[in-house]
């Protein structure tokens, strides 16, 4: 099995995020004159659970690395992948966002839904979310959140 070398956490994500789909494309070929292998090469030849094992690494440890202010028990991921740089600067503001009955991110949305979110933040899910998809829905919201997050 080919080993990556060691290199920054930013530049492997970036190489998962935006290289890689760009190799589809043929653009990660530029190293085949040279007779060597690319990072991306050297990616896009392992196996999917490889990859996958590769991503993960990569997200704890930016997510260990990044100051968060999220409103999930794990950090979410969503906001790094939208901050320009992947990871590089990434920031989460769902936390505020939450606490001033604006919508967080749509993983937030999803993950406190599915009652992953920070048990003391449990007064403010449903209005922040009603934010989003309308306070029609407040009330339903409400019954939602308390049956995701029991006293």
């Not at 901050?83 to 991110?105: I, M, R, S, W, Y």
């Amino acid at each position: 099995m080919f080993k990556l070398s060691r290199v920054s956490n930013v530049s492997v994500l970036t190489l998962l995020l935006v290289a890689v789909p760009l190799g589809v494309f043929g653009l990660a070929s530029a190293s085949a004159e040279t007779g060597t292998k690319t990072q991306v090469e050297a990616i896009e030849s392992l196996s999917v659970p490889e990859q996958r094992e590769i991503w993960i690494e990569v997200a704890n440890n930016i997510r260990g690395e990044v100051a968060y202010h999220c409103c999930l028990e794990d950090a979410c991921w969503y906001c790094i992948q939208k901050t320009p740089g992947h990871g590089e600067g990434a920031k989460c503001e769902c936390l505020q966002d939450v606490l001033n009955a604006e919508n967080p991110c749509g993983e937030c949305i999803g993950e406190i839904m599915e009652g992953h979110g920070l048990p003391a933040l449990k007064p403010y899910f449903a209005a922040a979310i009603a934010e989003k998809v309308g306070m029609q829905h407040l009330e339903t919201l409400e019954k939602i959140i308390e049956d995701m997050y029991p006293e």
